[in-house]
């Protein structure tokens, strides 16, 4: 028989927070929305790749479900995502579709070695104004897409389109109960079947497939040559992935209040594109229209409307495929747009903040904005900003490097105070601060205030030590503060050029 005191030091099993009833109609309506969100997108993402429907729909499926429970980021939603579609087709153009499965499966096994190595940690240099950038771009890409269709359709589209925007911004204001986008598919659904309305709809942006997905190993030679082949084109899935996956990540972290592991969710993505491969699909990555869909609009939070969104993915096309196909793309389009108008960060582009950022933030939110747009790439977007934001940072930085004098009462020692980082950027103009030929035989150079960086300022100082000693005089450094010293000790009179 156990002791209370044995009772009481027994832990206890805290239950997952969808067990609840409120959290569980949530979870499960919201994973309803995203399913019915994400068949359009896989479809017309399998068109982006040259592949068959089905290729995306069962990418869109394996994808959710195992980063549902191997992922780092709860109510992420993971599926076949344009930016892969764009990496992978001129390989399924030229090689075909065994050859995609191998890449894709490379691909997610770069992703788990990537995230081993700690590739997540890179995430603390991409600065606030990127993020911006990054998630300002998506919204207006986002919009974008829903362009094509509403440009040469009927007339009832429109109206279709107003109304779902009507029910999606009206709803909310009544009850949160039900997903505000869910209730619009469904009545616009029901309204054009029972008016005999014909308007463009699911169904006529593919066939949707009849079967489960089947495991099996890619059709392609197990050869070095293969290898070498596939090789580019996994290393491009892995990065644009993860980079697409973590930046989403971030920011559903803001958005939630909440903080995610983010090598975990690199992992998770390797772990997920693997099984994909594996299962006939393209490959895959964070979807950030569905992630908003999700968790914004839907208001969801835990992995189970991840797992549930896959699942319903699978039923609907499978099971329920002629109900689903008759889902005017119009009440798709509303959602979308609704996603892209909350997506888009409109203080960032206020008057009253432009005035106010520094003109180096908002050129490198632009310059993020600006790639992503030409290329249609976030991941570029995304590395050309980062490099934009270094670039400033840099020249920023090399101009707050400070050198003052003064000379000893009696003359012969001149004492110069260097204040300041010293690194490739800011160490190029320390040599032009001393007057060689006119100080005194003794130099001292007080580095108290002052940190060094790298090669560049250690070839800088003996530089200066250099042309002191070709007018005969010597010069002492001093108070270099533990880091400095061991570079400087390390390189100091070892590089050549330091003249």
Request: charge should be neutral; include cysteine; glycine fraction near 8%.
């Amino acid at each position: 028989m156990s002791s209370p005191l044995s009772a009481v030091a027994r832990p206890r099993l805290s239950r997952p927070s969808w067990l609840s009833p409120k959290v569980f109609r949530t979870e499960v309506l919201a994973g309803l929305v995203v399913a019915l969100a994400l068949i359009p997108e896989a479809i017309s993402f399998s068109i982006l790749a040259g592949v068959d429907p089905r290729v995306g729909l069962f990418a869109s499926f394996t994808m959710a479900v195992v980063i549902s429970i191997c992922g780092g980021r709860p109510a992420m939603i993971s599926a076949a995502t344009g930016a892969i579609a764009l990496v992978v087709a001129p390989l399924v153009q030229e090689h075909g579709l065994g050859y995609l499965f191998a890449a894709v499966i490379l691909g997610g096994v770069i992703q788990v070695v990537l995230a081993v190595l700690g590739v997540a940690k890179l995430m603390r240099f991409i600065p606030r104004s990127v993020m911006v950038g990054f998630v300002n771009a998506l919204a207006i890409l986002i919009f974008a897409a829903q362009v094509p269709y509403l440009l040469g359709v009927p007339w009832l589209v429109y109206p279709l389109v107003g109304v779902a925007l009507v029910i999606m911004v009206g709803l909310p204001r009544l009850t949160k109960a039900v997903p505000a986008p869910l209730v619009a598919i469904i009545v616009l659904t029901v309204v054009t079947v029972a008016a005999h309305v014909m308007v463009p709809t699911v169904g006529d942006q593919g066939a949707l497939p009849d079967s489960l997905p089947v495991f099996g190993l890619p059709d392609v030679p197990y050869t070095l040559d293969t290898l070498t082949l596939i090789a580019p084109y996994a290393l491009g899935v892995a990065l644009v992935g993860l980079m697409e996956s973590l930046m989403t990540a971030k920011l559903v972290d803001d958005i939630t209040d909440t903080r995610s592991n983010k090598t975990r969710e690199s992992w998770g993505q390797g772990v997920a594109n693997i099984v994909t491969g594996f299962f006939g699909g393209m490959g895959g990555c964070a979807m950030i229209g569905q992630t908003m869909i999700n968790v914004k609009a839907s208001g969801a939070r835990t992995r189970l409307s991840t797992f549930l969104s896959g699942v319903f993915l699978l039923i609907l096309v499978v099971a329920l495929g002629d109900v689903v196909a008759t889902i005017p793309m119009a009440a798709l389009v509303a959602v979308m747009i609704i996603v892209a108008v909350g997506t888009f960060d409109w203080h960032s582009v206020a008057p009253t903040t432009l005035k106010r950022m520094p003109l180096g933030e908002t050129l490198v939110m632009v310059t993020t904005v600006g790639a992503v747009l030409a290329t249609h790439n976030l991941a570029i977007g995304v590395i050309a900003g980062v490099l934009t934001a270094m670039v400033i940072f840099a020249r920023r930085v090399a101009h707050l490097v400070e050198v003052t004098s003064v000379l000893d009462p009696d003359e012969s020692t001149r004492i110069y105070f260097v204040r300041g980082e010293l690194f490739f950027a800011s160490s190029n103009d320390l040599v032009f601060q001393f007057d060689y030929a006119n100080d005194p035989q003794t130099v001292v150079i007080d580095m108290t205030h002052a940190h060094v960086w790298d090669a560049s300022s250690v070839a800088a100082l003996d530089a200066i030590t250099t042309k002191y000693a070709a007018r005969g005089k010597t010069v002492e450094i001093i108070a270099l503060n533990q880091r400095s010293a061991a570079i400087h000790g390390t390189l100091a009179g070892n590089l050549s050029g330091g003249h």
